[in-house]
């Protein structure tokens, strides 16, 4: 989806706005597994159609916006709490999680909303990153024909509220995270990081769950030092939770490792969260950083 190429979706934009505004019919078959806001139709209560930041940006399969570029992103004018975005789908899809992207500049931010569904169910949405970060959601899956997405409260440097993206996905987003490789690149090293696999271990404490992830690690250039303490995790909140010492389990635990080129190491590494954290990110943070190297979203299991 954000594979698309950006000419074809400036050329196709303007037609698809005049098409979906006047009748609002999905096109697109939809692939259960992929991607469903692709083939919703999306309106809005306030769009802005001289910018070209019109509803159907935030379906685009493109999560960028001004100071980038303004003409993938779905933007009111003027609006601010009780801007609502719909998406309609042709049958009911069997939703499970909602990534959302703010604009990314940082005067128009949403810092909360509510998602609700076909189906009478309701979702809160907390305050998302200001920059335009995904805050993914996952909730138990339901069958909705359609979502509302209504804004409840916005940041008071607030202009024109609106979403750079929004994408709608099945039960299980997690498979898609997983094999999918990131490189870093350290002042004197850099790095292949892949997660491979990802579970939830049973604790005695109801309020808390302990995640397992799995890592497989490839020595890029120089000589890459890494361990349990690189990575961290992050909810919807910002709030950070480093890596903990795991259980005795079957996994082996990552140990920590320098790696020359095409050196490699596998292990897991695990975080105690709260039951009720959500938006999680797996960030490398490496601890001479002040801030995340890279991100992958992860929907919780
Ligand atoms: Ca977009």
Redesign the pocket.
Known sequence: MLGRTLSAIIAMGMVVAMLSAASPVPSEECDPASNLAECAVATANSENPDTQQTAD?????????YPGDYT???ATIGGREDSTLTLTWPSPQLVGSVVL?DRPNTDDNITGATLEFSDGSTVLVPPLPESGEPLALEFPPREASSLLFTVTSVSSSTYNIG???IEVLPEQAIASLLGTARNFTQPDSALQVRPTAVATIDTDDDDVRLLRLELELEGLGGTATVGPSDFAIVDGTGTRYHAVKGPDDDVEPLGDHSLDMWETAAGAVYFELPMQARGLLIAYWPSANERAVATWTLSAP
């Open positions: 940006k935030a379906i685009d399969g493109i999560a960028d916006g993938t992103e779905w992207f979403l750079s993206e």
